[in-house]
């Protein structure tokens, strides 16, 4: 999440649902990791999150290629 800066104890979590994209379930460009705590602060509320974590992904992986 913006603004947390925690290293330890870190989570993947699935931008698009597990349970709802089966499809993207084991694609990287799908996944961010979270600490335990930001993690456990979104459930039940992930689809507002789809568009940042898409956008923090989408830079770093362009950041990758520069």
């Known amino acids: 999440m913006p603004g947390c800066k925690k290293k330890k104890k870190l989570n ?7 349970a709802d994209a089966a499809h993207l379930r084991y694609e990287t460009f799908n996944m961010i990791t ?9 459930k039940d509320k ?21």
């Open 34 to 42: 979270l600490c335990r705590e930001c993690h456990d602060s979104i």
């Open 12 to 18: 993947v979590h699935h931008i698009e649902r597990w």
């Open 46 to 66: 992930e689809s507002h999150y789809v568009p940042l974590f898409q956008d923090l992904v989408r830079k770093n992986e362009n950041n990758k290629r520069h």
